[in-house]
């Protein structure tokens, strides 16, 4: 496991405690099922399936298909994680980029 992937890994628990004790998020996420992938545009990515408020299939690799790509070098995406980059920055200087409609933009945003 690399640390790009420890940090992905570590967000995924830190989703899990939060739609456990969030019931709107849970209520919103109900129906909602999404193909996410995150496009590390210097290496293979990940990506994973949003099923009903659960987070399923977390690999590596992106899926062609997904209704939510997100994308960054690696490295953006580590200063992300870390609070070094924040995100509306790195957004409005193209260093992080979404191919999502605005309703998933900003579910996305609720997630993290």
Avoid: C, Q
């Avoid at 890994?9 to 209520?27: G, R, S």
């Avoid at 790509?69 to 870390?82: G, R, S």
């Amino acid at each position: 496991m690399d640390e790009l992937e420890g940090y992905l890994i570590a967000a995924i628990d830190k989703y899990k405690a939060k739609i456990e004790e969030d019931e709107e998020l849970k209520k919103d996420l109900l129906t909602l099922v999404r193909k996410v992938s995150i496009d590390t545009t210097d290496n293979e990515g990940f990506s994973f399936i949003l099923d009903k408020g659960e987070i399923l299939n977390f690999k590596r690799g992106i899926i062609e298909d997904a209704e939510i790509t997100i994308h960054a070098t690696t490295a953006d995406f580590k200063l992300l994680f870390t609070g070094e980059l924040k995100p509306m920055k790195a957004w409005a200087t193209k260093r992080l980029k979404f191919d999502a409609s605005i309703d998933d933009v900003m579910r996305v945003k609720k997630l993290i």
